[in-house]
């Protein structure tokens, strides 16, 4: 077969296998398993966006003696394959020993045909893009494909966020582990791979740094050393843009946070015990399982204190409507709750591993079945067991909850 042949026989194998492309791409294109090739190859479906279905079709092109590789088309991944040296793609002896390698476009996508160049050559127009053409229909290294997939998680990462309680389930949901930690775990690594692919005197260097560090600090301070050994010398070298791009930030010095991250890490959490004639009245206990009274969303309690926000283990994270006393019979609506009126942390199946929810909108649950599995997949922080006769989960926490 000439190399034209195999290319075309192994995309049309592919997509008859179902092993690229996507289906009902109007409702499942952000999902975030099409962004990961791991995912695409294991599971059931095979879904994949446009550049891990050129990867995959390049990757097996490898194996079986083609030239293949992606090149960054934009909006759409294309494969490119290349004739061997010294023939054409149909396997001819070439004339002139001075021309260039045939070459031949195909999109393992969408399409099981090859890709004539001029129908590129006009879509590229259409964008607007007249000149320098040769950058989206040449081969790109797998730095530059990293990138690109690491801004479709990005992508994926802010729908979910935008939506929040009210986004798809299947937009985070991968083979394997919870959708909350999923899509975190997904966006720190693309932050991570923006900040060490990108050219740091690039906006899209700068743009990642914040959201990295604040991801960082909050969640995965145990990558501190990674940080001091990778990120402080680039952000070093980004010397002269520093003060013009990143004025007023507030995460905006590697060194400064990872310094903090020590100084918190270095704070003895506090005791709270139920000894004292004010602590008798706090209702709930470490490990008990309720539903919001106003939204419905079921959590778990793994933190309280008396004295309103201000004592609550950090870092946590509050909904301006849980400080908001909307029981009130006065004729001010929604006034302030008191400063000392008794707060809860609590572990959701999505948001932070810390949110505040105040007493009066915490109604028990004593019904295991009502427990979605995702909120035990992230338990195992603050809880060892769950206690199906109590409907609790026994606590892991007692150095700061002692009597809990």
Not at 25 to 49: K, M, T, V
Not at 371 to 396: W, Y
Request: hydrophobic share 35%.
């Amino acid at each position: 077969m000439s190399t034209r042949q195999k290319a075309l026989e192994l995309n049309r194998w592919l997509q008859l296998n179902d092993l690229t492309g996507l289906q009902h791409p109007e409702r499942n294109y952000r999902n975030l398993r099409n962004c990961l090739i791991g995912q695409a190859l294991r599971h059931e479906d095979h879904d994949s966006i446009p550049i891990i279905s050129s990867a995959i079709f390049c990757c097996i092109a490898e194996r079986l003696g083609l030239q293949a590789h992606c090149c960054a088309f934009p909006t759409h991944v294309h494969a490119i394959v290349f004739a061997e040296n010294g023939m054409t793609l149909d396997s001819k002896p070439v004339t002139d020993d001075d021309a260039p390698l045939e070459k031949m476009y195909l999109d393992p996508y969408g399409s099981s045909e090859e890709i004539p160049l001029a129908d590129l050559q006009t879509m590229l127009a259409h964008y607007g893009w007249q000149t320098s053409t040769d950058m989206f229909l040449s081969p790109v290294d797998p730095a530059a494909i990293a990138i690109r997939t690491a801004r479709n998680i990005r992508a994926t990462a802010s729908r979910v966020i935008e939506a929040r309680e009210q986004a798809d389930p299947d937009l985070t949901r991968l083979i394997t582990g919870s959708d909350s930690s999923n899509i975190d775990a997904a966006l720190y690594s693309a932050l991570w791979a923006s900040l060490l692919l990108t050219p740091v005197d690039s906006f899209e260097w700068d743009e990642a740094l914040e959201p990295f560090l604040h991801r960082f600090a909050k969640n995965w301070t145990v990558d501190a050393w990674l940080v001091e050994k990778y990120i402080f010398p680039l952000y070093d070298g980004f010397g002269p843009l520093r003060e013009r791009l990143m004025r007023n930030r507030r995460w905006d010095d590697p060194r400064e946070v990872v310094y903090l991250v020590g100084e918190f890490d270095d704070v003895r959490p506090p005791v709270f015990r139920r000894d004292s004639a004010r602590t008798q009245h706090v209702l709930y206990k470490i490990g008990q399982v309720f539903k919001h009274r106003r939204y419905g969303w079921i959590g778990a309690v793994n933190g309280w204190t008396d004295q309103g926000t201000r004592r609550l283990p950090m870092p946590h994270t509050v909904a301006i409507d849980e400080t908001l006393d909307d029981n009130s019979d006065t004729e001010l609506p929604n006034r302030l709750r008191p400063r000392n009126k008794t707060f809860y942390t609590c572990l959701r199946t999505t948001g932070p591993e810390r949110h505040v929810v105040a007493e009066d909108n915490i109604v028990l649950i004593d019904d295991p079945s009502e427990i979605p599995d995702s909120l035990f997949r992230q338990a195992g922080k603050f809880f060892k067991r769950f206690d199906a006769e109590t409907c609790t989960f026994v606590s892991n926490i007692t150095e700061q909850y002692p009597d809990d």
